[in-house]
């Protein structure tokens, strides 16, 4: 009787695990999100389209043709119009200050990010420096360029690119330190006291201890500030004067005359002022994706 009750129920497919319903619930929602980001690319790309295709187009067949049309007949007359009209000029004057301003600006927030975290719990001025340092993320630059404004015109500089280079900096460095000192704090105290141990200095655990491990946010902080004052423009607009002393932003105003403006040129030159922005990208990547995901997982 044994037998058969065993044989009886073992003749009985047992039922598997029922799916939860969360779980069907989630599976729609990752295809309603999987269609709304592809529509998002495609609402995303289809300016930078217009874009490249606008910059190959003739400025007399612009306007008759259809805007997202690509061009029938290829020119490079557009570029080779903004490389003759001082291109190289501007491009060299971009790049003088955003260098000007982001190296300094990343080294201060480092060495400041470094004695902040170190020694911030027993000194009252590095912790003063530091809510003033966070009281500067929320100053806008809009509401402060009447006084920066007056402040060059007393130190004299004003029309040259120092003039520019040193507003940036003040204004690159309260975020940089924020997101640098968070990183310094992820270092373990072990290290510091190993480095410590070992006769190192503060100067060489800086450089040797803290440097290495905090390479992915430097590289975050130095392209964000490197893009926001590559196309910066309201500094550039106040604070200089003569054509000389323009940066790409405001080289677009060449390509502006008293009753149109040719939007191919213009195009072309918003194209190859873009192109050292995705070169620079593509070379800190890795370092960048680091370090803009890096403390999700604790």
């Given at each position: 009787m044994a037998t058969t009750l065993a044989s009886g129920t073992g003749s009985k497919a047992e039922p598997g695990p029922?799916?939860?319903r969360g779980r069907r619930r989630l599976g729609q929602l990752n295809w309603f999100g999987g269609t709304f980001g592809w529509l998002w690319l495609l609402v995303v790309m289809l300016?930078?389209?217009?874009?490249?295709?606008?910059s190959f187009k003739e400025q007399s067949s612009y306007f008759?043709?259809?805007?997202?049309?690509?061009?029938?007949?290829?020119?490079?007359?557009n570029y080779r119009l903004v490389i003759e009209s001082q291109f190289a000029r501007y491009f060299m004057n971009s790049v003088i200050v955003t260098?000007?301003?982001?190296?300094?600006?990343?080294?201060?927030?480092?060495?400041a990010s470094y004695a902040i975290v170190r020694a911030g719990a027993r000194s009252r001025f590095l912790r003063a420096t530091n809510s003033l340092f966070?009281?500067?993320?929320?100053?806008?630059?809009?509401?402060?360029?009447?006084?920066?404004?007056?402040?060059?015109?007393r130190l004299q500089m004003y029309d040259t690119l120092a003039a520019i280079i040193?507003?940036?900096?003040?204004?690159a460095i309260p975020l940089s330190v924020l997101v640098?000192?968070?990183?310094?704090?992820?270092?373990?105290?072990?290290?510091?006291?190993s480095m410590r141990m070992d006769g190192a200095t503060e100067w060489s655990t800086l450089w040797r201890l803290v440097f290495p491990l905090t390479r992915p946010a430097l590289v975050t902080v130095t392209i964000y500030n490197g893009l926001g004052i590559w196309n910066g423009f309201l500094l550039p607009l106040i604070l200089t004067q003569s054509p000389e002393q323009r940066t790409l932003p405001l080289?677009?105003?060449?390509?502006?005359?008293?009753?149109?403006?040719?939007?191919?040129?213009?195009?072309?030159?918003?194209?190859?002022?873009?192109?050292?922005i995705l070169i620079l990208y593509a070379i800190g990547r890795r370092q960048l994706l680091s370090g803009l995901t890096a403390g999700f997982g604790k």
């Open positions: 029922a799916e939860p300016p930078i389209y217009w874009i490249v295709i606008t008759a043709s259809n805007p997202l049309a690509p061009p029938t007949e290829v020119t490079l007359d260098l000007g301003a982001v190296l300094p600006a990343v080294l201060i927030s480092f060495m966070l009281m500067g993320l929320a100053i806008p630059l809009q509401a402060t360029i009447i006084p920066v404004y007056l402040i060059i015109i040193l507003p940036s900096i003040a204004f640098l000192s968070n990183f310094v704090r992820d270092v373990p105290k072990e290290l510091f006291e080289a677009l105003w060449t390509f502006q005359g008293q009753y149109s403006v040719n939007v191919p040129a213009v195009l072309a030159s918003v194209v190859l002022t873009t192109l050292p």
